[in-house]
């Protein structure tokens, strides 16, 4: 006969087979969930209903969690309790969770034109290895730690192409409850995001020079065997761009300035989507492309004129 078990017991058990098939970036993020909000919420229990997970879900936006973070740890809450049911140690049926209605914003941090164009010649005269990686990302809208991976050989100035196959990143790992950090170089965020972008022209000219005299396995933004990290990189970009006066953003932002850049220039929606490496071309609509008042009525008019 099988033995209920409690939240915490099959929580050990759960890590040990999770472990086995998902990325350490991802393993680190759940167990991060689990020690910092479910644990100490259900870590005794041996059932779960849906009445005290709904209770959670309004503690935690009292404490000024967003409804994307609870959605997470709902998700790893969800794992745990189908792989608990799945030997019966723990009775699981779907939860239908209430969020507060809140008005979706769209606000994403983009570099105006003139600043981008500003940072961009900047560049151009005071050629640094750290400098470059801002301009990469401009001219790619790669992440932070896809740059902060990125090494020569990945340049391939022959064929016009940046080659993503990497990323770096600072995990959070807690083992034997005791927690450290470790810097992981791993494969990108999702199969998508393993990918190939084309050299601009004045990026393959900055480019061509360089790569005949660096080592081809170094790292770009250090032109060294060892990389920097991401909150490395951000803290020297931030003094860059306090350096050149350009308004604060983060440097996700940069990524969002080139695909807004793109968007603007008419390029079809799922090639940047396939750019920017995402999952989903949903994903790129949601953050990119809200029709303005102008654009709705030519629509319309469209319509109409096919109807004639």
Request: glycine share 2%; with cysteine; proline share 3%.
């Amino acid at each position: 006969m099988t033995t209920q078990k409690t939240f915490a017991q099959i929580v050990e058990l759960w890590k040990k087979d999770k472990q086995l098939y998902v990325k350490k970036s991802s393993f680190s993020a759940y167990v991060l969930l689990l020690e910092n909000h479910l644990l100490p919420k259900f870590a005794e229990v041996s059932s779960i209903e849906e009445e005290e997970v709904q209770q959670f879900v309004f503690q935690k936006l009292e404490q000024g969690l967003s409804q994307k973070s609870i959605k997470d740890v709902l998700i790893v809450l969800k794992m745990v309790m189908k792989f608990g049911a799945k030997y019966k140690w723990i009775q699981y049926t779907q939860f239908d969770i209430q969020y507060p209605t809140v008005r979706e914003t769209h606000t994403i941090e983009v570099l105006s034109r003139t600043h981008q164009k500003k940072v961009m010649s900047y560049i151009q005269e005071h050629f640094t290895f750290r400098n470059l990686g801002v301009y990469i990302c401009l001219s790619s809208g790669m992440r932070i730690g896809e740059i902060c991976a990125l090494t020569w050989e990945d340049l391939d100035t022959d064929n016009g192409v940046i080659n993503i196959r990497k990323t770096i990143q600072r995990i959070y790992v807690i083992e034997d409850g005791e927690r450290r950090t470790e810097l992981l170089i791993d494969t990108p965020k999702t199969k998508n995001s393993i990918r190939e972008i084309p050299l601009s022209r004045d990026l393959l000219r900055m480019l061509k020079p360089v790569k005949k005299i660096v080592n081809p396995a170094f790292y770009v933004l250090t032109n060294d065997s060892k990389p920097t990290e991401p909150r490395t990189y951000r803290s020297y970009y931030k003094n860059l761009m306090r350096f050149l006066e350009i308004p604060d953003i983060k440097f996700h932002g940069l990524r969002h300035s080139f695909a807004t850049r793109c968007i603007e220039s008419k390029c079809d929606y799922k090639t940047v989507s396939v750019l920017l490496g995402h999952s989903n071309i949903s994903t790129t609509l949601n953050l990119y492309v809200h029709p303005n008042l102008e654009q709705k009525k030519k629509a319309i008019d469209q319509m109409f004129k096919a109807l004639k």
